[in-house]
């Protein structure tokens, strides 16, 4: 222990002694960020924003950084992404001095520092892009390194600080920030906003949203919680958002131990907002069609709590304590998504919490891990400038299947025990997950460094396979196996269990595997049974063998979770080449869309059927499969009761349909907006209609149109003209708008351009579109470099998701090898999103 730690603090004097002589790099490197969490504390900025109304005006900034320097031996670097000509005037310590901009960075000599507390003023042109404006409104988005890009700060996660922020706006705006407000004022034309210095945060949840909003406030425990949002007709989802937001809080209080741990509670809902949400505390952003549902699924309503109980669990999980390095960004995640689903157990119950848990995380965790572009979830990083790159499905979902796993393996009290322990040791601090495991590891009688290894510190699943053999007509003998999909021999311990079905009863069979093989005894002696369920509770995670016997008995399964099991263990091994072809799958599953009654389930069902129709199976095939799916569909939707049930049908059928008949009947339904009897349709709802009718019957400046014109909302009618080219008859017009997406400022709507790029490559299509490929491709890098964290992936999704055909994967295979030095961040991502394409190949009849 002693040595271990001398050498520690040897390699640490190494690092610092040769960052001093190394050169100013783009970015902030892993190197810089080290020696600046030791040498600089007690950090504060006050920033003061001059927002004009006319958008192309620049936003002027005058900014003070205090902060103490343990010594004044080495030159102090402030980040800053933006040309020189930004930075209008500086002064350190009262002194004024011409700025010295070096790659990305404010340099200023020892000369001009103190050893203790230091001042820094500065007047600077802000960056524009991650302040995301807009005519009337703009909103503040730095996640993951972005604060660089609009004012000079040290824009690394582990150097918190506090923030004094003012606004000044156009007279009519409302803002809102981290801070409580101190005091508003109105000038002429201008309001000024003075909020209060923000709680201590790394720079990455700074965070402030100004504009023409409305604003709604509702007492939520101690706070007088603060809600800002655009929508026209609301309805009555303010108070259910509310009330979202005091069940979340009410439970995680209770569950950490600590109470809600920052000054005010506030949220605003954005338009075509990038993510789901972000946890900004005090102004937490989420996504405006996310919050506001009418005429909702119950997918949708436990999506929207979901999503409000994953923010409201960031307070404690990243916001409180944070990550040290954006390594370990997926701690905050995992913990957010995981304790989202204890919320929504406690509110729903434990059978919609399995069910949920089991669709949300699996199917995503698969369609990354089985690739040959999976990365494990901890992941290396050495520079913030790549941070983005690491955000994906592992980290929200298989994560947090890992984190139940671990739940299981320790006990749900030693578990909680462990938790609270950590974020109490390091509350409004930065910790590691290696932090975490060292506290969790006294409270569990298992290794968790050497689980840690193979289930965090290593990608891919295991695959399962079983032999069993009778005596007459009992079980003999059950042997279970697992192996890695790929890569070098390893095992996952966890919990699953089997379930024997029988012609008039089930037995199901506990299942601890921590060994790459075992012999279930509790199955010997056992009657032969009609077919097995592996995984039939949906906890483990893998490959598991499909029992051929099966077929359409796993429709007549009471339980829901356990057919949710069995239709994505069977998808995934079709995608596998395992025991049926995705033409057999396909009939198979539009066998169910009567039975399957459980709403979430069909949801499951739909998609599934979806992605065989349109990526696995032949154009041919498709057009002959085409009359029986979409009648199964429209009958299935008749038969069934339940108006949710309805609705999903619905729109698979939307999805699916091509013949002229359907699109006639969809059309009169968009047309005279008069649904199917049972469904209610919503305004989104018909703009949907609106654009699928675009797709399939080139009608785009006739539908499009008339549905913008039904709209009373700009936000709305402003994307249906964004995509209105994308959309269009003329190959000459979309090749056109396919070249605008070259320029950056045509792609800061990020969420309307994956959309439009889904519409031009749909398989419908494509025939014009594979000339977009290549140039794709060639964006992503840029993409990454100008765009927010899931739009290299969202992006590379919407191109490649539907492609199937040969000519497709020879422009992936083809970009790769002429370009054998790729960012390998980038690479895996290109991987991840064409696996599909890939294994069309050897799958498609």
């Known amino acids: 222990m002693i040595k271990t730690f001398k050498n520690i603090i040897l390699l640490l004097a190494m690092s610092a002694s040769a960052f001093a002589q190394q050169t100013v790099t783009p970015g902030v490197s892993r190197e810089l960020a080290a020696w600046r969490r030791t040498e600089i504390g007690d950090i504060r900025y006050q920033l003061d924003f001059q927002v004009t109304a006319a958008k192309s005006e620049s936003i002027r900034g005058t900014e003070t950084i205090y902060c ?11 980040d800053f992404k933006q040309n020189a000509d930004h930075i209008q005037a500086i002064s350190v310590n009262g002194k004024t001095i011409k700025p010295r901009l070096e790659n990305e960075h404010i340099v200023i000599a020892p000369s001009l520092l103190r050893k203790g507390k230091n001042a820094v003023e500065l007047q600077f042109i802000a960056g524009d892009a991650s302040l995301n404006r807009n005519e009337d409104y703009l909103y503040a988005l730095f996640v993951p390194d972005r604060a660089r890009t609009v004012f000079p700060c040290f824009d690394q996660p582990d150097l918190k600080a506090h923030f004094a922020l003012t606004l ?31 709680d ?13 909003y409305s604003v709604a406030r509702k007492q939520i425990g101690q706070f007088n919680a603060e809600f800002l949002y655009r929508e026209t007709d609301p309805g009555s989802n303010v108070d259910s958002i509310f009330q979202a937001h005091a069940d979340a809080l009410r439970f995680l209080e209770s569950w950490t131990g600590i109470r ?8 605003a809902a954005i338009p075509d907002f990038q993510f789901g949400g972000m946890e900004h505390p005090g102004e937490v952003q989420y996504k405006a069609v996310s919050l506001f549902l009418k005429e909702p699924t119950k997918d949708q309503l436990i999506a929207r709590t979901g999503l409000i109980s ?18 370990d960004v997926w701690m905050k995640e995992v913990f957010a998504n995981f304790m989202a689903d204890k919320v929504v157990e406690q509110l729903m119950g434990s059978e919609t919490f399995n069910l949920q848990f089991l669709q949300d995380h699996y199917p995503s965790a698969y369609g990354v891990d089985r690739t040959p572009g999976a990365n494990p979830i901890r992941q290396q990083l050495d520079n913030l400038q790549e941070a983005g790159s690491m955000y994906g499905s592992i980290i929200y979902h298989k994560a947090p299947i890992m984190m139940r796993q671990m739940e299981l393996l320790m006990g749900k009290d030693n578990f909680r025990k462990g938790v609270q322990e950590y974020l109490h040791k390091y509350a409004y601090n930065n910790a590691t997950w290696n932090d975490l495991v ?31 053999s009778y005596k007459g007509d009992k079980i003999d003998r059950l042997n279970i196996t697992q192996r890695p999909e790929t890569g070098a021999q390893r095992f996952w ?13 089930i037995r199901t069979i506990r299942v601890n595997m921590n060994t790459a093989s075992m012999e279930l005894k509790a199955a010997t002696g056992l009657m032969k049974p009609q077919f097995m369920l592996f995984n039939s509770d949906g906890i483990g995670y893998g490959l598991f063998p499909a029992d051929k016997a099966m077929q359409e008995q796993i429709f007549s399964l009471k339980s829901a979770v356990s057919r949710a099991a069995a239709y994505v263990n069977v998808y995934e091994n079709v995608l596998s080449g395992r025991y049926m072809s995705p033409g057999e799958l396909l009939a198979l599953f539009t066998k169910s869309l009567v039975i399957e009654k459980e709403e979430t389930n069909l949801k499951l069902l739909t998609g599934y059927i979806a992605s065989l129709n349109w990526i696995f199976n032949s154009p041919n095939n498709r057009a002959a499969f085409a009359p029986q799916l979409e009648e199964t569909l429209w009958k299935a939707m008749e038969a069934q009761t339940p108006p949710n049930n309805k609705k999903i049908l619905f729109r698979a059928y939307q999805n699916v349909y091509v013949s002229n008949e359907a699109g006639k009947r969809i059309y009169d339904i968009w047309q005279q907006q008069q649904p199917p009897a049972g469904i209610k349709l919503a305004e989104e709802d018909y703009i949907s209609l609106a654009l699928t009718i675009a797709l399939k019957n080139d009608t785009a400046s006739s539908v ?10 700009a936000d709305k009618k402003a994307r249906l003209n964004f995509l209105l080219p994308a959309l269009s008859s003329s190959v000459a017009v979309r090749d056109s708008f396919f070249t605008s997406l070259s320029d950056r400022k045509n792609r800061t709507k990020e969420a309307w351009v994956v959309t439009a790029q889904g519409y031009l490559h749909h398989p419908l299509r494509q025939s014009t579109a594979y000339k977009y490929l290549p140039q794709s491709l060639a964006l992503v890098e840029e993409i990454q470099r100008t765009g927010d964290i899931f739009f290299p992936q969202s992006w590379l999704g919407a191109t490649f998701g539907a492609y199937q055909t040969k000519e497709a994967w020879q422009v992936v295979q083809q970009f790769l090898q002429q370009h054998p030095g790729y960012n390998p961040k980038l690479k895996a991502k290109i991987l991840q999103t064409t696996d599909n394409l890939y294994r069309a190949q050897k799958l498609v009849e």
């Open 493 to 505: 311990p966890q919990a699953f269990a089997i379930t024997l079905v029988y012609a008039d009863s």
């Open 260 to 267: 809600y741990p920052f000054q005010k509670v506030g949220f």
């Open 68 to 78: 103490r320097l343990k010594s004044n031996a080495q030159p102090l670097q402030i």
């Open 438 to 468: 060292q506290i969790l590891a006294r409270y569990s009688r298992y290794d968790l460094f050497s689980w840690n290894k193979v289930w965090v510190n290593q990608p891919g699943r295991p695959v399962f396979d079983y032999t069993v």
């Open 168 to 198: 000044r706006v156009p007279s009519g705006w409302k803002a809102l920030a981290n801070g409580t407000l101190k005091d508003s004022t109105t000038n002429g034309s201008q309001t000024i906003y003075e909020f209060a210095d923000s």
């Open 310 to 327: 994953h923010e409201t669990a960031h307070m404690w999980f990243g916001d409180l304590v944070t990550m040290q390095w954006f390594n």
């Open 704 to 713: 499009i149109t008339q549905q913008r014109d039904r709209l009373k909302d």
């Open 200 to 212: 201590l945060l790394p720079t990455y949840l700074f965070s402030f949203t100004a504009g023409k």
